[in-house]
């Protein structure tokens, strides 16, 4: 006999060993154990429906516009009523000064937007998400004053964008 079936026959001698009346016991109680215990099932709670109410806005705050908007203050209140160009869609951070134009007496700027549009700009134009214009350009910035809501009221801050 070699080596490999005598082991196995051992195993085999071992396994039937083990499986001897020790084990009734156990089989009993594990059947008898939970013979007469029954799970608590509390009942599924009734859905209400809940009543619509009617909301009624009339000369309320609008509760998603930001609370430095809704009462300015003093400062120099912007135009809300003034359309919006391209140039405003944007953060002034996303738009690039990429070079300037000279026509006459005139300097324009070169601006380019996220989408890859190239815009020209002059004194005057609007530029960036907070009602900034342009006040001055020079060959390598743009000087812009934006008015944004502070805490006491509307705040007017110079800003430059400069050429990349």
């Given at each position: 006999?070699?080596?490999?079936?005598?082991?196995?026959?051992s195993?085999?001698?071992l396994?039937?060993g083990?499986s001897?009346s020790?084990m009734?016991?156990l089989?009993?109680?594990?059947?008898?154990?939970?013979?007469?215990?029954?799970?608590?099932?509390?009942p599924v709670p009734?859905?209400?429906?809940?009543?619509p109410?009617a909301?009624?806005?009339?000369?309320?705050?609008?509760?998603?516009e930001?609370?430095?908007m809704?009462?300015?203050g003093?400062g120099?209140n912007?135009?809300h009523?003034?359309?919006?160009g391209p140039?405003q869609?944007y953060?002034?951070?996303?738009?690039?000064?990429?070079?300037?134009?000279r026509?006459?007496n005139?300097?324009?700027?070169?601006v380019t937007?996220p989408d890859?549009?190239?815009h020209?700009?002059?004194?005057g134009?609007?530029?960036g998400?907070?009602y900034?214009?342009v006040?001055r350009i020079t060959?390598?910035?743009i000087?812009?004053?934006?008015?944004?809501a502070?805490?006491?009221?509307?705040?007017?801050q110079?800003?430059k964008?400069?050429?990349?």
């Amino acid at each position: 006999m070699n080596g490999r079936a005598l082991a196995s026959l051992s195993i085999c001698l071992l396994l039937a060993g083990c499986s001897g009346s020790g084990m009734g016991h156990l089989h009993q109680f594990v059947e008898t154990a939970d013979a007469n215990v029954r799970p608590v099932i509390k009942p599924v709670p009734a859905v209400t429906t809940p009543k619509p109410v009617a909301f009624a806005m009339h000369n309320l705050p609008d509760p998603f516009e930001p609370f430095s908007m809704r009462n300015p203050g003093p400062g120099p209140n912007p135009d809300h009523n003034l359309p919006k160009g391209p140039l405003q869609r944007y953060p002034l951070g996303d738009l690039t000064m990429v070079g300037t134009l000279r026509a006459g007496n005139v300097l324009w700027a070169v601006v380019t937007t996220p989408d890859g549009a190239t815009h020209r700009v002059t004194v005057g134009t609007y530029m960036g998400e907070h009602y900034g214009h342009v006040v001055r350009i020079t060959p390598n910035s743009i000087h812009l004053v934006e008015t944004v809501a502070g805490p006491t009221g509307w705040v007017e801050q110079p800003v430059k964008l400069e050429i990349k």
